[in-house]
């Protein structure tokens, strides 16, 4: 049943309240049970509803009311009473929880099983076995959630208590495996092997993690041997790229993992170059700029047909400039389109930005032109 969650809201019952309620539990009961014997099969309750009619009262339910069902004063009544930490120890409190626990956990309801666990284990009751019971049935609940480290740590604390408790160790050998503490997995299925050598289940358990690990250590070599490599390739290329008197902003490069990064071809440096278009607010993106290529040559390329965004046709390779700007001064520098990437990064006055270096372009004696010469001459 979960009956936690409709009796918490209650207000706790007076003495005498508790007295008329057990007054009144008698009376209609008994009034219940005389009802059956008198009532005529005519009067609309035929031999085939017994078991249904039977159901209606709290004394003989099998099954708990459903979640939308409204509870009768007579079940609120009961329930309190079951509940009421005046009225019950706090071992009577953890095993009706767990009653409510196991109810939910046989009709797969896991999550309402931890909470009705986790209470029983909030009342701190002083009997140690009934305690492991409640952190072994917890970590059943929290295993069929795959949530292996909270089972874990149940296991662990069951254990504790109860260090020779048969169904523990099993399961915190398993979800020392599914969380890849391989070592820790052996050696929980070595103290099991220990008492019972036969054990088919531990056995094979043992040998998938011994063979898990075997894996785990190999990918971790790999891994360390790709790092190492990786480690030497970056120093290489931040050496040739200080020799090329190039320099980087604080931010330096960006991650392995990002698009567009520069890297060595061979001797030289292949950067990705963004091309900004003030203009018309957008931008072009090479991913590879070989740092010995002219800005000519790419242009040539990139405006061989007049892009969509170009409706006054402006934008055509005769009357392109090229610039890039000062990080210090905001001051734009003309960029002679015949001159390579090398020679313009390694401008002194050159800094690059997150890895990758922008240059600004546009159409010339345009009004854009002139309004951004304009304002950068008040720099």
Not at 233 to 256: C, M
Not at 262 to 286: A, C, K, Q, R
Request: include cysteine; charged fraction near 30%.
């Amino acid at each position: 049943m979960e009956p936690t969650a409709q009796v918490t809201s209650k207000t706790p019952m007076t003495d005498e309240e508790r007295q008329h309620l057990a007054e009144k539990l008698d009376l209609e009961l008994e009034d219940f049970i005389g009802g059956l014997e008198k009532r005529s099969y005519t009067e609309g309750w035929p031999e085939d509803r017994w078991q249904e009619e039977m159901e209606k009262h709290p004394f003989f339910m099998s099954h708990p009311p459903s979640a939308d069902q409204p509870l009768s004063p007579l079940m609120e009544g009961l329930q309190q009473l079951k509940y009421d930490e005046k009225e019950n120890s706090p071992e009577d409190l953890a095993n009706s929880y767990k009653e409510d626990g196991n109810f939910n956990f046989k009709i797969k309801k896991y999550r309402m099983a931890i909470v009705a666990y986790t209470e029983g284990l909030r009342h701190k009751c002083s009997d140690d076995k009934l305690n492991a019971q409640l952190h072994n049935n917890r970590a059943a609940a929290h295993f069929f959630l795959k949530n292996y480290r909270s089972c874990a740590n149940d296991c662990k604390a069951a254990l504790r208590l109860l260090p020779d408790y048969p169904k523990v160790q099993p399961r915190l050998a398993q979800c020392l495996f599914h969380l890849s503490q391989f070592d820790e997995c052996v050696t929980s299925c070595d103290q099991i092997l220990g008492e019972q050598p036969d054990n088919k289940e531990m056995k094979a358990l043992r040998t998938k993690a011994m063979t898990a690990k075997k894996y785990k250590e190999r990918d971790f070599r790999r891994k360390e041997r790709t790092s190492h490599k990786s480690m030497e390739q970056e120093r290489a290329l931040l050496q040739v790229i200080a020799d090329r008197g190039i320099t980087l902003d604080k931010r330096g490069l960006p991650d392995h993992s990002s698009e567009g990064r520069v890297h060595l071809s061979g001797v030289s440096l292949v950067w990705p170059v963004m091309f900004l278009y003030p203009e018309h607010e957008t931008t072009d993106l090479i991913e590879e700029f070989h740092e010995d290529t002219t800005f000519q040559e790419h242009l040539e390329l990139m405006f061989e047909s007049p892009p969509e965004w170009d409706r006054d046709r402006k934008y055509v390779l005769e009357r392109l400039v090229v610039y890039w700007e000062d990080q210090e001064t905001r001051h734009l520098h003309p960029v002679d389109k015949g001159t390579t990437l090398r020679q313009v990064l390694a401008h002194r006055r050159y800094v690059v930005v997150a890895g990758r270096p922008s240059f600004l372009v546009l159409a010339e004696g345009s009004e854009a032109q002139k309004r951004i010469l304009a304002l950068n001459a008040k720099v």
